[in-house]
């Protein structure tokens, strides 16, 4: 089955610096990798996704690249702020037409602490 | 759009009981809905998906008997774990998602302390 590695697991920076979370995978017919952001005692929100037929996708100040042949992606979010200290989890799941049915399998998650 | 509610928030029961965890989908059909337990600070453990009108598929080492899901409708799925034991206290999430998509929205979550 598919396995997620995710790193670093703490990751503290200043207020206005980026930071950059990575993440890899294992089964090369995964194409859908979400990213959802979850605060302390709250649900998981989804912040952003990316799909295997592109390589970079931006929101605002957060962005998603994707290296489909080293099968790693990564979350970078700039200008960070203290509001977004939270633990964020990335995933990775195939769909039908890949033999799977988007069950995600999830990373073990990054703690994000923003300094003011 | 895509807002997922749960039911109840926090529950307390006594040791032998079984509890009864709803999740609906309020603005879309949810084709799948997921249930995941996480511990405290740890990740998301999926314990099974369920299909509206199917059995639910539970994963390795989740015993289907002790927590039964049910996925009547397109809207309403409902985890209920009998026989709890305070091994059970978690926190228990369901998510939820429309079919052919890849994006799921969680509900709030659910905390089970079992005494």
């Known amino acids: 089955g598919e396995n997620v590695e995710q790193h670093p697991s703490t990751l503290s920076v200043q207020e206005g610096d980026s930071a950059v979370i990575k993440c890899t995978y294992s089964?090369?017919?995964?194409?859908?990798f979400p990213w959802y952001k979850q605060e302390l005692g709250k649900r998981p929100q989804l912040i952003i996704d990316i799909r295997s037929n592109v390589g970079e996708k931006k929101d605002q100040r957060i962005a998603v690249t994707l290296n489909k042949t080293a099968k790693h992606f990564s979350l970078h979010i700039t200008e960070t702020q203290p509001e977004d200290s939270a633990v964020y989890f990335c995933?990775?799941?195939?769909?039908?037409?890949?033999?799977?049915?988007?069950?995600?399998?999830f990373g073990r998650g990054t703690s994000l602490i923003v300094h003011p | 759009g895509a807002v997922v509610s749960q039911h109840p928030s926090w529950v307390i029961c006594k040791s032998g009981t079984s509890v009864k965890i709803e999740c609906r989908s309020l603005d879309f059909q949810a084709t799948t809905m997921f249930w995941y337990r996480q511990f405290p600070k740890q990740s998301l453990m999926l314990m099974a998906t369920s299909n509206e009108g199917s059995k639910a598929t539970y994963e390795q080492g989740v015993e289907k008997d002790k927590f039964l899901i049910n996925h009547a409708s397109l809207t309403l799925s409902t985890l209920t774990v009998t026989s709890a034991h305070p091994e059970d206290s978690s926190f228990y999430i369901c998510s939820a998602r429309g079919l052919g998509r890849g994006e799921q929205y969680f509900g709030p979550g659910t905390r089970l302390t079992v005494t």
């Open positions: 995933a990775a799941s195939k769909d039908h037409a890949s033999g799977g049915s988007y069950i995600p399998t």
């Open positions: 089964d090369s017919a995964s194409n859908y």
